[in-house]
């Protein structure tokens, strides 16, 4: 589910940067954003999501990300 959302938000927000991180091989990673389970999704450097988040929820911090990046197609959650 998150990975089909994710390539939706690709397709809505065209300059969104996906980097999917496999903690066993980059542990620093995990450290980084102090990832203690996975799956885990961290949004602009901020770790955001610890499980899988919700459909909505996800497209909403993915789409405000993008507002406040001044992407095209970015809106808030308001918008």
């Known amino acids: ?3 089909r959302l994710i390539e939706e938000a690709k397709a809505e927000l ?3 940067q996906l980097e ?4 066993t091989e980059r542990p620093e990673v ?3 954003y102090r990832v203690m389970a996975t799956p885990a999704i961290a949004i602009n450097g901020r770790l955001e999501f ?3 988040p ?4 996800l497209r909403e911090r993915l789409q405000a990300a993008g507002s406040r ?3 095209p197609g970015g809106r808030s959650s308001a918008g």
Do not use: T
């Open 1 to 3: 589910m998150v990975a």
């Open 14 to 16: 065209p300059d969104l």
């Open 20 to 23: 999917e991180v496999d903690v």
């Open 30 to 32: 995990a450290v980084r």
């Open 50 to 52: 610890v499980g899988v």
């Open 54 to 57: 919700g459909e909505e929820a």
């Open 69 to 71: 990046e001044g992407w």
